[in-house]
T-cell receptor, first 114, second 116 residues
Framework: NAGVTQTPKFQVLKTGQSMTLQCAQD?????MSWYRQDPGMGLRLIHY???????DQGEVPNGYNVSRSTTEDFPLRLLSAAPSQTSVYFC?????????????FGNGTRLTVT | AQSVTQLDSQVPVFEEAPVELRCNYS??????LFWYVQYPNQGLQLLLK??????LVKGINGFEAEFNKSQTSFHLRKPSVHISDTAEYFC??????????????FGTGTQLKVEL
């Protein structure tokens, strides 16, 4: 059972560089989302998608772009990395567009921006 | 908008002792409530959830939580902890029927450290 797979696990960027965090799920989940986790702040929603071709902003979307061309994949793009984006990023998915379906999380990508 | 407060950032406890992790929420409408656990260097896993019905909810690994509407609380309990319960625990809330997606609002987490 692969579940939710995130790559890479670790990444170091210089300020101004761009990169894409990959997320793939093999559970045919309609809903996918990206969170960032920072010490003392819990997890905050960046962007989410309720299906292929549909995305929307979460609580902290600035500096990030997403797209959802397939059900399986939901990449997160950092256009111009900033030190404030140093964080651990989690991708999550759930089985249907409802509020009571549990989220399945990947193991995270630890990003450092210098 | 809804919010979640976990007042205790760290809870140390001895093995086989009981533990309670506190969670309070704020919302003007009915909500769904969740507890997730995060082991080191891993993603979050669902422990239990409250949707409706019985206010006492049982989850995995011997954990349970009680929904108290009047006190807007959803505290997590375990009668006897094990070293393997050492992890960070997150309380989360979502609004029913928002039209799509499980947009959880998380608390700041409570680090449970079980000691011998």
């Amino acid at each position: 059972n692969a579940g939710v797979t995130q790559t890479p696990k670790f990444q170091v960027l210089k300020t101004g560089q761009s990169m894409t965090l990959q997320c793939a799920q093999d559970m045919n989940h309609e809903y996918m989302s990206w969170y960032r986790q920072d010490p003392g702040m819990g997890l905050r929603l960046i962007h989410y998608s309720v299906g292929a071709g549909i995305t929307d902003q979460g609580e902290v979307p600035n500096g990030y772009n997403v797209s959802r061309s397939t059900t399986e994949d939901f990449p997160l793009r950092l256009l111009s990395a900033a030190p404030s984006q140093t964080s651990v990023y989690f991708c999550a998915s759930s089985s249907r567009t409802g509020n009571n379906s549990p989220l399945h999380f990947g193991n995270g990508t630890r990003l450092t921006v210098t | 908008a809804q919010s979640v407060t976990q007042l205790d950032s760290q809870v140390p406890v001895f093995e086989e002792a009981p533990v309670e992790l506190r969670c309070n929420y704020s919302s003007s409408v009915s909500v769904y409530l969740f507890w997730y656990v995060q082991y080191p260097n891993q993603g979050l896993q669902l422990l239990l959830k409250y949707l409706s019905g019985s206010t006492l909810v049982k989850g995995i690994n011997g954990f349970e939580a009680e929904f108290n509407k009047s006190q807007t609380s959803f505290h997590l309990r375990k009668p006897s902890v094990h070293i393997s319960d050492t992890a960070e625990y997150f309380c989360a809330v979502s609004l029913p029927f928002t039209g799509g997606g499980n947009k959880l609002t998380f608390g700041t987490g409570t680090q449970l450290k079980v000691e011998l």
